[in-house]
């Protein structure tokens, strides 16, 4: 991108979350989809003839190719770019930098980012044909939660940290999820001891330390921060935009067996970048909205984004409140611990969560700047196993509290 | 492929036979919670196939690139560093260590259910690749950094590339 550093990419002016479900009977990733893009364009005071470029995630058992072709035919829409950001969790900050880079390119106005997922009672399962299928696959290795356990007893051994130190983090996020409805576990707080002590899944992961699955779909409306200011000055933005100040991303390997690092992943180098074109850093950071598929991903997040030391993470929960209360928020929604991840559409919650923070409609769980200065987040977002990483660095306008 | 070392002319390597007590067939071992196990297989390729081949008769071959002098894994067209294709299949040590480990209580594939809880891990070979690979239950339970060595085993109607944790001496 070709910005200066330090200034706004691209505006987000409309976001939209279908509220996560356990199942759904008969849906499709395009309905989904389809009502989450509805509530973004009335957030931004918008008309589906506005849009132009149009992003989304794979479309997983139902549409293998044409994919954009296909979601435009049925939304209506007739955009001028039109692509698949397939990055696993990172598919939604993904979508937003191609977003602002598709609008400095001249290819687009307006841009709509979707991806979400049903949970029908039929599962799909992968037709993969690949490396990770035949070589990881036949000792028994299907699925995440195995590498995922790989990455936490790899990072207990590194630095001799404890179980508690990770449990710790799910009793956080479980505690954020009171605050908001919409969240899976809303009325269904766990405290340290309940995460310790429910059952392994993989070991050393603990049920509790693992995301619940569910459905939702997610949609963010990018422009230039040219238009938005336009929409603004002629009263046509129901809410206060938020800028794309820097982002990096980083793909590193598919199967966690071919990682370089069980210790340290692609998140570092994407933070880095994304620090660099935002001309910030972890001390300039008021709003964490991290990818938080396990535990250990926020332990890991949290060291790649130099805001502890490497084995720092339980010091560093232990020495502040994260709640939204606090001077740095982390995940006030409760993350995806809380909500339940909607498949593909887990990283772009937490763009949302960060839209509404420094905009000030997080109703119920606002965070706001002690100085009344416009708030800055750090948003990540995590694909496959600790494969494909997106990491976006955003600002507000200044909320008052 | 015929530049590199066909099957016929590859030593066997005499570590990875007749050492545990499970030892079925000449190379490879049964685990008899594994006998019964439908499971799903290796899907070679025409780039992997001689890797199955190797480990069905209970050696463990991988690709050693003689042009930049590195082993890799899993095998591919060409090597991953200098991306030429002049590279072999070549008998490695089997040797390795355990980088990451998990003891899988609910598995990710149901047909793997019946032989929980079992035990996985990442191990960095020897020769410097990486891979995944079913650790054989036996007297020492894996941790990150113990030795591992390869066992060909048996599940179901195939092999795979299985480890035994090293007893300390």
């Known amino acids: ?401 | 492929m015929s530049a590199r070392s066909p099957r016929a002319g590859t030593p066997r390597d005499e570590v990875y036979r007749s050492e545990a007590p499970q030892h079925s067939r000449e190379g490879r071992y049964s685990m008899s919670k594994f006998a019964d196990l439908t499971v799903p297989a290796p899907t070679p390729t025409g780039e992997t196939q001689h890797f199955w081949d190797a480990l069905e008769d209970g050696r463990f071959e991988l690709p050693y690139c003689t042009r930049c002098e590195t082993w890799f894994f899993y095998p591919r067209a060409m090597c991953p560093t200098c991306w030429r294709e002049e590279w072999r299949w070549r008998p490695a040590s089997g040797r390795g260590t355990v980088a990451g480990w998990s003891r899988v209580h609910r598995p990710g594939h149901p047909a793997w259910a019946a032989a929980a809880p079992y035990l996985l891990a990442v191990v960095v070979l020897d020769e410097g690749p990486r891979m995944l690979a079913h650790v054989l239950e036996g007297p020492a339970v894996p941790a990150v950094g113990s030795a591992v060595r390869v066992r060909p085993t048996a599940v179901g109607g195939h092999v795979i590339a299985a480890v035994a944790v090293e007893e300390a001496s």
């Not at chain 1, 389809?34 to 008309?47: C, I, N, T, V």
């Not at chain 1, 779909?217 to 129901?238: I, K």
């Not at chain 1, 130099?306 to 939204?324: I, M, Q, Y």
């Not at chain 1, 200065?373 to 496959?384: D, E, F, I, M």
């Open chain 1, 1 to 401: 991108m070709t910005r200066p550093p330090g200034t706004s990419r691209a505006a987000i002016i409309g976001v939209g979350e279908l509220t996560p479900v356990r199942r759904t009977e008969g849906a499709t990733t395009m309905g989904l989809l389809a009502r989450a893009a509805r509530l973004a364009l009335d957030d931004a005071g918008l008309e589906p003839g506005d849009v132009d470029g149009l992003f989304m995630g794979p479309q997983v058992g139902e549409t293998p190719q044409h994919v954009p072709a296909t979601l435009a035919e049925y939304l209506g829409l007739a955009p001028r770019a039109a692509n698949v950001v397939d990055l696993g969790g990172a598919t939604g900050p993904g979508m937003i930098w191609r977003a602002a880079a598709t609008i400095d390119a001249g290819m687009a106005e307006t841009v709509l980012c979707l991806v979400g997922n049903h949970r029908n009672p039929e599962p799909v399962r992968s037709p993969n044909r690949n490396p990770i299928r035949e070589f990881d696959v036949p000792h028994g290795a299907s699925g995440a939660n195995a590498s995922y356990a790989f990455l936490k007893s790899a990072h207990m051994a590194a630095h001799g940290t404890a179980d508690a130190d990770y449990a710790q983090i799910a009793a956080i996020s479980r505690a954020h999820a009171q605050d908001n409805p919409a969240a899976i576990f809303h009325g269904t707080p766990a405290t340290l001891q309940d995460v310790l002590d429910s059952p392994y899944i993989a070991e050393p992961l603990h049920l509790l330390e693992i995301v619940m699955p569910v459905a939702g779909a997610t949609a963010v409306v990018v422009v230039s921060p040219e238009r938005a200011a336009a929409l603004a000055a002629d009263g046509r933005l129901p809410h206060p935009p938020v800028h794309l100040l820097g982002a990096g991303e980083k793909v590193t390997h598919r199967a966690m067996s071919q990682a370089p690092s069980l210790t340290s992943g692609p998140l570092r180098p994407a933070i880095a970048q994304a620090y660099a074109q935002a001309e910030t850093g972890p001390g300039g950071l008021d709003v964490l909205s991290l990818y938080d598929c396990y535990t250990v991903v926020t332990a890991l997040t949290l060291e790649d984004a130099g805001l502890c030391p490497p084995g720092g993470f339980a010091r560093w929960f232990g020495e502040r409140d994260v709640s939204h209360r606090g001077e740095v928020t982390y995940n006030p929604h409760g993350g995806q611990l809380g909500c339940g991840q909607a498949d593909l559409a887990g990283g772009m919650s937490h763009a949302i969560e960060a839209v509404h923070q420094l905009r000030g409609t997080a109703r119920g769980r606002q965070h706001h700047r002690a100085d009344g200065r416009p708030s800055t987040a750090l948003v990540t977002g995590n694909g496959a196993t600790l494969s494909e990483a997106v990491a976006l660095v955003l600002r507000g306008e200044g909320v008052t509290a």
